[in-house]
């Protein structure tokens, strides 16, 4: 519609300009002044000596007309492909302008917690991350770090129970992508993610594995997980979000003695519930 409305205005532009062409070379001057006749107050008379008349001359000057110009079909094969051209054009710069049109930075922090594991505790956790996103998809990356305490019950060497609470702390990186349902002010989302995170571990008493502060182990280990959350945008670029998230392992690597006796916490099951604050830059 606007490629048809802009072929329209052309040739209804081209044809008042060859009528007032056909205007000016019929009329010459009486059409300019009738164009800037003054429509005020009728103005004074003066009266003018009568001059004499000189005869008119016989001879006539011919009045050439000049042929109406057209456009031709050429023409308008031309201007309709150079308006398609245009609109071509400007769907691609839009395309590649909005396709992720807003950059933001999001400082995070919430609660963790091993849901299938009582021994463990989530104490808190803080992050930061930075992504980009439109009215229907976010990208983002960051890193979280979570703390726990985690108490164990192992066997010492006289082949007895033993209890020795430890500190475990998490280094998270992770990268999510997510969809946003709606583009108002409220936004619900649902997504992915894939996370590495790196866990230490540290006496949190005098045990058998020695003082407070110990270092026994630490791991490795790559998580899938899925995210679901609202974001609530307070004005262009201010948002206010809480989302939960919810890791399954994929694979670990443990090194030294981190949890002795009992079930791994790389392998299991956890999940992160926070809350985010968005800067748009």
């Known amino acids: ?82 308006a398609l051209d245009e609109d071509k054009a400007s769907a691609n710069d839009n395309t590649s302008t909005n396709l992720f049109e807003k950059k933001y930075f999001s400082a995070q922090a919430g609660v963790p917690q091993y849901a299938d594991y009582q021994a463990i505790r989530g104490n808190y956790s803080a992050g930061i991350g930075i992504g980009t996103q439109n009215d229907y998809l976010q990208v983002e990356g960051g890193f979280i770090y979570s703390n726990y305490g985690l108490n164990a019950f192992y066997y010492n060497q006289f082949n007895q129970v033993s209890y020795a609470p430890f500190i475990m702390n998490q280094y998270q990186t992770y990268l999510s992508a997510k969809f946003q349902i709606m583009s108002g002010s409220i936004r619900p989302n649902l997504g992915g993610l894939v996370s590495y995170s790196y866990r230490t571990y540290l006496t949190d008493a005098y045990t058998s594995f020695g003082a407070a502060g110990t270092k026994t182990g630490s791991s490795g280990a790559i998580d899938l997980g899925i995210t679901a959350g609202v974001d609530i945008a307070l004005n262009e670029r201010f948002t206010l979000g809480a989302d939960l998230k919810y890791m399954f392992n994929m694979s670990a690597n443990i090194n030294g003695n981190t949890v002795n006796g009992a079930s791994s916490p790389e392998k299991l099951n956890y999940y992160l519930l926070g809350i985010a604050a968005k800067m748009a830059f």
């Open 1 to 82: 519609m606007k490629t048809e409305t802009r072929i329209v205005e052309k040739l209804e532009t081209s044809r008042m300009e060859d009528e007032k062409r056909r205007a000016q070379v019929l009329f010459g001057d009486k059409f300019d002044a009738l164009n800037n006749k003054d429509q005020g107050a009728p103005q004074p008379v003066y009266v003018v000596p009568a001059q004499p008349v000189t005869a008119p001359s016989s001879h006539v000057q011919p009045i050439i007309i000049q042929e109406k110009e057209s456009l031709s079909r050429d023409d308008v094969a031309q201007e309709v492909r150079a």
